[in-house]
């Protein structure tokens, strides 16, 4: 499987030298060549694999040529364990917990951090292992987070060899727990960065970072944000997990995915081009609505950003729409790196009408404020004592208000466990019965290490030149 830029400047790729490459060096993001498509007989035939067997079948066109069979079955058999001793604590991995008539919340927090990060940090950790030993190759890496991409990176990266991590995440902009969770583990290749900003900003350092790497001395620069294609690449898996167990193939499934990077729903959007019959996928976005405002109005512009009660959506600009916007230009990367330098000198784009049309023909959206927030938090606990974390209830919202058909099984994807989020449980009055799981109970007693730095990309590059050798200069 070869790789290439969504701006056609940079050169192809296999996956090996994709997942260490991050960014292209055009400043696009990596897509496959061509993406496999299986038949209808071929997704019918894996009904009842567990999750690492179906993860396999998904993922193996796309590692083909890097990486043996036998080795990524191994890889992933890790990666998906379950249990005590395994890696996420429930039985099937990604259970479907059924809402109301033909609606379903797929359940996607029942990983070591409690989001649905770690379904793909898990693996890009385990993969960098398999390939840094490989090659004997140190690296950095570098990642932004709104809160959940950065723990979720460090539990999948904290016992490989050959990394040191640095995350950056907007001071005091995400929830006490999310902050823990990444602050209070502690190692000397495990780098917290808090920047005076916001998401927005943590995210374009990162960026410029791939651009200029000269601040490395050499070290290879590694992503873990969904611009890692490995990112995108595991999270098509529980698409099919999920379409499988409500009768697709022989059925259409729609979905509704809380939206901020477009990672999570660009996965989908793979998910039906591979073959997974879904009619519909709903952009879910809370204020911070650019996508909704592309999705609805054709307009993908941008404005302030909001703190809002589900901060790993304080997003703005959307790394991942660049891959959409790939594929409704027909794969034109000269017309993609033309309508990027427009968005960055204006900060606004359109597309031609037609173009628009194509993409609403699958994609629906919904800007949810915090109070809708709330009062979906509240209307899922009375009717099924179900709590929901403010994330997840962006998506139920979305899905209730925008659904097409409901003879079609509606799959909300659960993103996060609500112990990550007390302040917008509590402030919809069910706070109290919430509590952390077993392996995080003692977390607001553990000691923290975190550094605060200026909004300013040459402190922070600075600071990773000084530590980025675990702890030490490189
Ligand atoms: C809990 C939660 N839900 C939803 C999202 C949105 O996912 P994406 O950025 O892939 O759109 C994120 C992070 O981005 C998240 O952490
Ligand atoms: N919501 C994310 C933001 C980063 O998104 P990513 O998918 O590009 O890693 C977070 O919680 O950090």
């Not at 894996?46 to 066109?61: Q, T």
């Not at 602050?183 to 920047?195: E, F, P, V």
């Not at 509606?410 to 917008?424: D, S």
């Amino acid at each position: 499987m070869r790789y290439i830029s969504t701006r056609g400047q940079a050169p192809a790729l296999n996956f090996e030298e994709v997942l260490l490459a991050g960014l292209a060096s055009d400043g696009g993001l990596y897509v496959p060549e061509t993406l496999p498509r299986f038949t209808l007989e071929e997704i019918a035939s894996w009904s009842g694999l567990p999750y690492h067997e179906l993860a396999f079948r998904v993922m193996r066109p796309f590692v083909t040529g890097s990486i043996p069979d036998a080795d990524f079955k191994k890889i992933l058999e890790e990666t998906y364990a379950v249990g005590l001793d395994g890696v996420f604590a429930h039985g099937a991995v990604a259970p479907l917990q059924q809402l109301d008539s033909n609606e379903w919340v797929l359940e996607l927090f029942h990983g070591p951090t409690l989001a649905f990060k770690d379904f793909a940090l898990q693996l890009l950790g385990r993969l960098l292992d398999y390939v840094l030993a490989k090659r004997s190759q140190r690296v950095v890496i570098m990642g932004a987070t709104s809160g959940d991409t950065g723990s979720a990176a460090i539990e999948g990266c904290r016992r490989c060899e050959n990394v040191d991590i640095f995350i950056l995440h907007p001071h005091q902009r995400v929830s006490e727990v999310q902050r823990r969770q990444m602050t209070s583990t502690l190692g000397d290749n495990i780098h917290n960065i808090a920047i005076e900003g916001n998401f927005d900003d943590c995210q374009e350092m990162v960026k410029a970072s791939f651009a200029n790497q000269s601040f490395l001395k050499g070290t290879p620069l590694v992503a873990v944000n969904s611009i890692n294609w490995a990112r995108i690449m595991a999270q098509i898996v529980y698409y099919f997990h999920a379409a499988l167990q409500l009768g697709a193939p022989h059925r259409s499934i729609a979905f509704s995915v809380p939206t901020g990077n477009f990672g999570d729903i660009f996965a989908g959007y793979l998910a039906r081009n591979m073959g997974l019959p879904i009619n519909q996928l709903i952009v879910a976005t809370n204020r911070n609505d650019i996508l909704h405002r592309f999705m609805s109005g054709n307009r993908y512009e941008k404005d302030t950003l909001h703190p809002s009660l589900s901060p790993s959506m304080d997003i703005m600009v959307s790394s991942n729409f660049e891959r959409l916007l790939f594929d409704l230009h027909g794969r034109n990367g000269v017309a993609v790196a033309a309508l990027m330098d427009t968005f960055k000198a204006t900060g606004k784009l359109s597309v031609e009408d037609e173009r628009w049309t194509e993409a609403r023909k699958l994609f629906d959206s919904l800007a949810v404020d915090d109070e809708q927030t709330c009062q979906t938090i509240v209307d899922v606990f009375k009717a099924c004592a179900q709590v929901l974390d403010p994330h997840t209830a962006i998506g139920v919202r979305a899905a209730r208000e925008c659904r097409r058909s409901l003879d079609v099984p509606m799959v909300i994807l659960g993103t996060a466990h609500p112990v990550k989020f007390p302040e917008a449980v509590e402030k919809a009055g069910i706070g109290k019965a919430l509590g952390l799981p077993l392996h995080l109970a003692d977390l607001l007693q553990r000691p923290e290490r975190c550094t605060v730095l200026a909004n300013d990309l040459k402190v922070v590059q600075s600071f990773v030149s000084q530590h980025g050798n675990r702890g030490k200069p490189l």
